[in-house]
């Protein structure tokens, strides 16, 4: 099967690592992908794409399409079919507008519509559930699990000094990622040995040491589909405190070490002393187990994709 994945370029104008790393997991599984990247932003900087992918699909013959997030509004306009959609979350949180246009667009035009969570299942409202699965993104396994936190440090260049890292693993200046709930929280606690360490866009080989050199990873957004770094986080077993957003109470369960929070600074406050507690008695969860129990790992989700392709192409 020929799969063409069309997504969005980052500020770097490179294909997102889920993105990529699911393209290799589906090739794993017999399936060949090609990809287009859309250049550009805004209106105008998609439509100028429009052309060129319309001559790569024209050129190339594909079985089907395959668009990731924003970018199926231009794989839409290619008039191309069939076309699968997976969207990350965000499309359903914009203003009342746009989440009507995605709703429609997966009732009425799209072969079928991939969600994150049960939570964006219900957004998008599909009522026939042959157009539509719940599959999270896979986690790869082989490249996050746990590792010695001293190790992981000096990888890094952290400091060994016996200070506590609440790591938030996200850009601060995106409002959907709140920030300022996680500096409330922070300012609550007024703990001198704890150190609250904000990163983005760090190359995907680093970020497992980033995880492990950490004691309590934190999450305090507005809105998530299921979000990657968390079940990254589970693969490390390290310790996580999260907001009530996407399908973070599936995923924790009641699995010892994970922490659902309000939006209350005092009660994200109140967590993260929990699970500083639970780091320094245990030192690691069981969240790569559960990451296998729910079918989580990068082979498992890849199967069910091909199923879905399957299904779409007959």
């Known amino acids: ?101 995605i709703r429609n667009l997966a009732k009425y035009y799209w072969a079928h519509t991939i969600v994150k969570s049960e939570d964006m299942a219900i957004k998008i409202n599909i009522t026939n559930k042959s157009k539509i699965s719940i599959i999270p993104n896979g986690v790869n396994l082989d490249l996050f699990k746990p590792k010695n936190k001293l190790r992981a440090k000096e990888e890094i260049n952290w400091s060994t000094r016996n200070e506590k890292i609440i790591l938030f693993l996200a850009d601060r200046t995106r409002t959907s990622k709140n920030f300022k709930l996680a500096e409330r929280a922070f300012k609550i606690m007024g703990t001198s040995n704890v150190k609250l360490v904000d990163i983005c866009n760090i190359p995907v080989k680093e970020m497992p040491f980033y995880l492990n050199a950490s004691d309590v990873i934190l999450l305090t957004s507005l809105w998530e589909g299921s979000p990657n770094t968390i079940k990254e986080a589970m693969a490390c077993n390290r310790p996580v405190v999260a907001t009530a957003v996407g399908d973070i109470s599936w995923l924790f369960g009641n699995e010892p070490g994970y922490y659902v929070t309000s939006f209350e600074p005092s009660n994200v406050a109140d967590k993260i002393r929990e699970a500083l507690s639970f780091s320094e008695k245990f030192g690691k969860t069981n969240g790569r187990n559960r990451l296998l129990e729910l079918g989580l790992d990068s082979e498992s989700i890849s199967r069910r994709i091909v199923k879905v392709y399957e299904q779409v192409a007959g």
Do not use: W
């Open 1 to 101: 099967m020929k799969v063409l994945f069309v997504s969005s370029s980052n500020k770097k104008a490179c294909i997102s690592p889920i993105v990529v790393h699911q393209a290799e997991s589906l090739e794993k599984a017999g399936v060949s992908v090609k990809h287009f990247l859309i250049k550009g932003k805004g209106i105008c900087g998609y439509l100028k794409n429009l052309h060129t992918l319309r001559k790569q699909i024209f050129d190339s013959h594909y079985d089907l399409i395959h668009a990731h997030g924003i970018s199926s509004l231009l794989a839409t306009l290619s008039f191309q079919k069939p076309l699968i959609v997976s969207l990350l979350g965000s499309e359903l949180n914009e203003s009342k507008l746009f989440k009507a246009i």
